[in-house]
């Protein structure tokens, strides 16, 4: 999974990527630039059946985040031809909910809703511009050679034309599966996933949710394709700088069940209907990323493709059950590890050993 953030300037989007990936910052003076890194996925599963089978290696599912620098009203249109935002499968987008005296907001005002909302029209109109570009060399080709393939793509394009007019992004316009497909060269960004990550000022973290809620981000994240989040990068960093202990004892006394950039992450996963199922072994305790309704056998190519050309059967077992036998043996006495087929739906927390032959 790879996810691009993004936001306006001064929003707290540099530090959110460097807590995420554990990427340096930037020197200081240094120009914007682009930058990828990589986040572990947390999942205490992991942990935990490494506990039962001490592995040489324990491997979490991870998510790739490319940071870009911030735009402006007007400036959203750069965004489409960044290299860091091509091929991902969400945006994050930082929007400011902090005041600060010294880091003063280019707007003049803190305004969360507003925000949200500009950036939303800069990706529309970033994909109206590529949207136009394309039909204009699409009626050129007809004109020369009026292939079936190329109608039915400008009758697509004509319809995105027409809802990003509308000033509607083209996560709302209901496209099918196919018809998304069809999209995929193109790094159209209104069309991706949009993750509203709300970055609130570290008193209000207590009272997140009625934060969310007055500032209309609450209202605007029940759109399609929408999902909403809140943070407190200084809070973040804060507990970045702890042990394990105290970081958790920091986190009690603001009244935080979790790490925020955990919420993060998992709130990306959950936008994009992704799961994770487990291998286990002496060698690896491993979490695997996969789409929700994904069969055992397309399932067991996430692992290598020979599997998935060569599957006969998948053991699977609930990993809930593993850890409460203590052994696939145990599971095994017990009935709860069972022999599924190729048709199979992997569950999320499902742990898998593929049977295969090539």
Avoid at 148 to 153: G, I, R
Avoid at 160 to 188: H, T
Wanted: charged share 30%.
């Amino acid at each position: 999974m790879k996810a691009g953030i993004v936001g306006l300037s001064l929003v707290g989007k540099s530090t959110l990527f460097q807590l995420l990936t554990g990427s340096p910052s930037p020197p200081p003076g240094s120009r914007p630039e682009a930058r990828l890194g990589i986040a572990r996925v947390p999942d205490p599963r992991v942990d935990a059946l490494a506990g039962i089978f001490s592995p040489k290696k324990r491997t979490w599912a991870t998510v790739e985040y490319g940071d870009v620098p911030g735009v402006g009203e007007g400036q959203g249109s750069a965004l489409g031809d960044l290299p860091a935002l091509r091929g991902v499968d969400a945006l994050a987008h930082v929007v400011r909910a902090f005041e600060s005296e010294t880091v003063p907001h280019p707007e003049g005002s803190v305004d969360p809703l507003r925000d949200a909302s500009v950036l939303d029209l800069e990706l529309i109109l970033a994909d109206l511009a590529t949207v136009e570009r394309r039909i204009e060399r699409l009626e050129a080709s007809i004109q020369k050679a009026k292939t079936p393939e190329d109608v039915a793509e400008r009758e697509l394009f004509l319809k995105l034309k027409e809802g990003l007019e509308a000033e509607k992004p083209l996560r709302e316009l209901g496209l099918s599966d196919g018809e998304r497909l069809r999209l995929r060269g193109y790094a159209l960004l209104s069309e991706k996933p949009l993750l509203v990550v709300a970055n609130l000022d570290e008193t209000r973290t207590g009272d997140a949710d009625a934060n969310l809620d007055s500032s209309g981000l609450t209202a605007f994240a029940r759109r399609p394709g929408v999902a909403l989040v809140a943070v407190s990068a200084p809070i973040e960093a804060e507990m970045a700088e702890l042990d394990g202990e105290d970081a958790r004892d920091f986190r009690e006394d603001l009244g935080l069940s979790e790490p925020g950039l955990d919420r993060v992450i998992r709130t990306s996963y959950d936008l994009l209907g992704l799961i994770s199922f487990l291998t286990v072994g002496e060698d690896e305790c491993r979490a695997w990323t996969i789409r929700g309704g994904t069969k055992a056998q397309l399932a067991a190519g996430a692992i290598h493709s020979d599997i998935e050309r060569g599957f006969i059967r998948a053991e699977v077992v609930p990993c809930e059950e593993l850890l409460a036998a203590g052994s696939l043996a145990a599971c095994r006495e017990r009935g709860t590890l069972h022999l599924e087929g190729k048709e199979y739906e992997v569950k999320d927390g499902d742990v898998i050993n593929f049977r295969f032959a090539v």
